[in-house]
């Protein structure tokens, strides 16, 4: 049994239904698939935070890497995003805790971001945050878009129309594909996509829970985070290169929450519970969004911890490629050719 649609987005995390979401408001006709388990974009605090991206990304690189400019950029897609489609977004600010404040300010100013320094934190009103789980379930849900269930394991074409397989031995086909399959091995690629593809890192991802509520903003510092999320809070995150399972560290889970609750005054003394997911990195830690290089074949893949931020710039990079239109200015540095 086979079925046909205009695009085809492959997986349901926030680069894949953000893509199919701006796909539908510029009046395609969007199918996504999506095996229905292990969504990273779920395991987060749903942070649009790029201040304090771009902070960590510059110390990361010893001072060498400014995305300043394409993080602010990004944020900047959001207030209309949300309002299109009725996501909740918070811009209450966040703030940073730990040793050295006063360097903290001046590095985040130097990056062009405004902060207030406090006697025990720095202050940025840049970072905002949504709720992953109910922009996820927004997202699918949709007016017009098609959602359905399965994995598919290969993708290919005849020159003229894609054919996407599923484990079970339906196709599915489709003028354009857009594959957003996180860190998911296995797929089935005509070269070379199948070679920018292989150069996702999988990174595994662990947070923890709480039913009560400890801050009024997201408090980030050098062990982690803690951050608001419906009914109590958010403590992560650990990041484990090359590991895809999926079940709990309760040893190093619990040594993250004990060093995020004593940055904001707290022991670890409260109940949590654990969710783990991977999610894809690129060789440079920002996405491949945009054409595959192949007519008809677009990638949205691998934010590394930034999916949330980096959704509606993601989407509209990839459908202005894919109906032909100019690429944005920061177009170039998500191109997935970049790796080729």
């Given at each position: ?225 803690v951050a608001p999320c419906p009914g109590g809070a958010v403590i992560g995150a650990t990041m484990d290169p090359d ?98």
């Amino acid at each position: 049994m086979s079925s046909s649609t205009e695009v085809l987005v492959i997986g349901a995390g926030v680069l894949g239904l953000s893509t199919a979401a701006e796909l539908l408001r510029r009046g395609h006709a969007v199918t996504v698939v999506d095996p229905g388990f292990g969504n990273a974009s779920a395991v987060a605090a749903g942070m649009i935070a790029p201040a304090f991206e771009a902070l960590a990304d510059w110390r990361g690189s010893d001072g060498r890497l400014d995305r300043g400019d394409l993080f602010r950029a990004a944020r900047a897609h959001w207030s209309a995003f949300a309002t299109a489609f009725d996501l909740p977004l918070h811009r209450e600010g966040a703030e940073w805790r730990g040793p050295d404040l006063e360097t903290v300010a001046s590095q985040l100013r130097w990056l062009g971001f405004a902060a207030e320094r406090t006697n025990d934190a720095v202050l940025t009103p840049a970072d905002w945050r949504t709720e992953p789980v109910a922009a996820l379930t927004r997202l699918r849900s949709l007016p017009g878009l098609t959602v359905m269930a399965g994995r598919v394991s290969s993708v290919t074409t005849d020159g003229a129309r894609w054919t996407a397989i599923l484990d079970e031995g339906s196709g599915l086909a489709a003028k354009t594909v857009v594959l957003a399959t996180g860190a998911v091995g296995g797929l089935d690629l005509p070269e070379p996509v199948a070679g920018l593809v292989a150069r996702v890192q999988p990174i595994r991802g662990q947070i923890a829970v709480t039913d009560r509520h400890l801050v009024d903003r997201a408090v980030r510092g050098p062990a982690g985070y803690v951050a608001p999320c419906p009914g109590g809070a958010v403590i992560g995150a650990t990041m484990d290169p090359d590991r895809i399972d999926l079940e709990p560290d309760l040893d190093r889970g619990q040594g993250l929450v004990r060093a995020c609750l004593a940055q904001i005054g707290l022991s670890d003394d409260l109940p949590v519970t654990w969710r783990v997911g991977v999610r894809g990195a690129s060789p440079d830690g920002l996405p491949m969004a945009g054409t595959s290089g192949l007519t008809g074949l677009h990638l949205a893949l691998a934010p590394r911890r930034n999916g949330w931020l980096l959704g509606p710039m993601v989407a509209r990079t990839v459908v202005d490629g894919l109906e032909g239109r100019a690429a944005g200015p920061f177009a170039p540095a998500l191109d997935p050719r970049r790796f080729a």
